[in-house]
Structures are given as structure tokens and as C-alpha cells.
């Protein structure tokens, strides 16, 4: 097949491990007779030195034109400063909503390899494969935020808003993926509290009962949700859940996998017209990393993964994502590893060492 993929390599860590997901997409293609045509566009603090702004038209161009888009990671201490009037988040969310990618998809494995990498107990870990579905455009990131003084102090103000056209399709987007697992749906609210989510949670009830009656439904509260995660992972199949909610516990959830340098993520639009696919733009779920940045000893393997996602979910290429994340496996296996996993005494590998064992370890 021909496809398009727009590379987002952004700031710190994010060139190194995008140039280890790139060598991956063109060995797929040379093994499986594709023909990838990747380019490049800046997003982030990078964006911002160069061209004044985090998120330039240009980029937003050459993603809604891609069939998919690669990305490494934004921000870092040089664009922190709290006054100042873009910072490279904003870049990020920015392209999130520009494209309409209200889906993340992060799935959390636990690779027997490095079980030993989590802080919790192997015996917790044992079967934990597990998958939050993130509502990405919406919430409390991109309601109206004020600033205002009141009676002498300062007062701010994040609006957090749901529709239920927003509630349902998220949670649609999480039954087809309950339906091709092991069937169980755990939707997360603060019902008790928050009127968004005892809307999100009248929808979500309404949604499989009217159209996936074959799912096992429950709510959680975050709070419960929280602390059943590190008492019982392996219980959880697919979660849903709005925008903060996601961003906090996934980041909870990447300690199961024991490195964030393992953790992919995949952010969906709509379905394209005529096809499964749809338009994805695909990270690992780390950060930029500043502190390790340009040392070849961050992990690309959350980058790799993520490159199986964009061949499944935007490219319909099933065969080849599960090549690459069997590939993942067998360096996994080998203690092919960078230094944030590799086992006492093992000579941990390079980045870029690491991108090679995979293209090697790649089977058609
Ligand atoms: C994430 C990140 C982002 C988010 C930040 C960098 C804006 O934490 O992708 O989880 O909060 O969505
Ligand atoms: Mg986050």
C-alpha cells in the first residue's frame, strides 16, 4: 500500500526515539512491500524557536493531509516560563483538536521479561492487560478559562463541559474495542460530585444498553478507580473515561507496564468515509525528558509500539502491527534494552541500538 506519515519529532527526547520509529516504518515497509512516504513538520518548543509559534498552519497542513502522524514529545524547562504567551503544550492540544482525535487509546501490557521493572508485586501483575480510553478534545482542558480579580484577590476558572454526542461516541469508540476483547467495560466518573459525570454516566448506561447488550457494564468512581487499579489490575479490561480523568490515571496505570518508556498511545478521529480507518496520531506516552535528551539512552520502545498502533489503526495493516510488537517482544526477551530496563549486570544498549534490534528481530 501507499500511505503518508507525517513525522512530529518535537523537543528533548522526542527526535531520537521518532528516528528509531521511522527505521521501523521503513523496514515494514521494505518487508512487506509498502511504499511509506514520511515527512517531517515541527510542533512544540522547536516550533516555537523557529517559527514563533507551537503549533505552525504548516504542520496542522501536513497532518490533516497524512494518514497518520508519528510523534515524539513536546515542552521542556526552556519554554516554561508561566508567562509566557505560548508554551509547547499548547501545540500539542492544539493538534489534538485541530484533527478531531477525540480517542486515546493507551493500552497498558505487562511484558513477563520485566515484570520486575514495577514498583508492585509480580503476583498483582500477573494477566494485567488492560486499556483506557482517554476523551481527549473535550472536558475541563478545552472549556472556558477565566482570570479575573474579585474583592482584592485573583480568581481562575477551568469550565469543564460535556455534550452527549461527545459522551457517546468515546464510549462507542470503547465497545468495539470491549467487543474484540474480553468484553468488559469500566466506566469512570466522579457521579457523586460533578454534573458532567452523572451525564457521562446516564449516556454511557444508555449507549450499551441500546447497542452493545452483549458487554458487562460497570462505573467506578476515579477515586475508587484509583486505588483498585494498584489493588486488583489484572480485573480491568477496557476503561473510559473524560479528559483529566484519562490523563491522571494513565500515568497511573504506565507504573503496572513498570517503565513509561513502554507505553504507546494512539489518538483517533472520526471513522474515514468508506473504511475502518481513521486519521491517528500516535505517541509514546512519555514525556520530552530534557534531562536525558541527546545522550542515546532514552527508550524508543513506547515509540515503537506506537508505530504498531498507526499500522493497525490508521493503516489497516494487522499483520505488520503484530510483527513489530513481536519483534518488541523478542528484544524484550533478549535484554536488548536501554538502560531505564535492562537488568543488574546486563550491558544496557543504545536508543539507536535498540531500533536495530527490532528491524532484526522483524519477521514477516
Ligand atoms: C498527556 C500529557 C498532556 C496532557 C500534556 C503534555 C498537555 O500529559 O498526553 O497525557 O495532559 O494531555
Ligand atoms: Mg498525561
Request: hydrophobic residues 45%; charged residues 25%; negative net charge.
Amino acid at each position: 500500500m501507499h500511505a503518508t506519515i507525517t513525522l512530529l519529532p518535537g523537543d528533548g527526547i522526542g527526535p531520537e526515539v521518532v528516528a528509531e520509529g521511522a527505521k521501523v516504518l521503513r523496514a515494514v515497509a521494505t518487508r512487506w512491500n509498502h511504499h511509506f512516504e514520511l515527512r517531517e513538520a515541527l510542533l512544540g518548543g522547536c516550533a516555537i524557536d523557529q517559527l514563533g509559534t507551537s503549533l505552525p498552519d504548516e504542520t496542522v497542513r501536513l497532518c490533516a493531509s497524512a494518514d497518520a502522524v508519528l510523534l515524539g514529545a513536546v515542552g521542556g524547562p526552556r519554554w516554561d516560563d508561566p508567562q509566557a504567551p505560548d508554551r509547547p503544550e499548547r501545540g500539542l492540544l492544539g493538534i489534538r483538536k485541530a484533527l478531531g482525535l477525540f480517542a486515546n487509546l493507551r493500552p497498558v501490557q505487562v511484558y513477563p521479561a520485566i515484570v520486575d521493572a514495577s514498583p508492585l508485586r509480580p503476583e498483582l501483575l500477573q494477566g494485567v492487560d488492560l486499556i483506557v480510553v482517554r476523551e481527549l478534545t473535550g472536558g475541563i482542558y478545552f472549556g472556558e478559562k477565566r482570570r479575573e480579580a474579585c474583592d482584592g484577590q485573583e480568581r481562575a476558572s477551568d469550565l469543564c463541559v460535556y455534550t452527549t454526542h461527545e459522551i457517546e461516541r468515546i464510549v462507542r469508540v470503547a465497545c468495539e474495542l470491549a467487543r474484540g476483547r474480553r468484553g468488559k467495560l469500566t466506566s469512570v466518573d466522579k457521579a457523586n460530585v460533578l454534573e458532567t459525570s452523572r451525564l457521562w454516566r446516564r449516556v454511557a448506561t444508555r449507549v450499551v444498553r441500546e447497542e452493545y447488550p452483549d458487554l458487562q457494564l460497570e462505573h467506578m468512581l476515579v477515586d475508587a478507580a484509583a486505588m483498585h487499579l494498584l489493588r486488583r489490575p489484572a480485573d480491568f479490561d477496557v476503561i473510559v473515561t473524560e479528559n483529566m480523568f484519562g490523563d491522571i490515571l494513565s500515568d497511573e496505570t504506565s507504573m503496572l507496564a513498570g517503565s513509561m518508556g513502554l507505553l504507546p498511545s494512539a489518538s483517533l478521529g472520526e471513522a474515514r468515509a468508506g473504511g475502518g480507518t481513521r486519521l491517528g496520531l500516535y505517541e509514546p506516552i512519555h514525556g520530552s525528558a530534557p534531562d536525558i535528551a541527546g545522550r542515546g539512552i532514552a527508550n524508543p520502545l513506547a515509540t515503537i509500539l506506537s508505530v504498531a498502533l498507526l499500522l493497525r489503526h490508521s493503516l489497516g495493516l494487522e499483520a505488520e502491527a503484530r510483527a513489530v510488537e513481536a519483534a518488541v517482544q523478542r528484544v524484550l526477551a533478549a535484554g536488548q534494552v536501554t538502560p531505564d530496563i535492562a537488568p543488574p549486570g546486563a550491558r544496557p544498549l543504545t536508543t539507536a541500538e535498540v531500533g536495530d534490534a527490532v528491524v532484526a528481530a522483524l519477521h514477516p
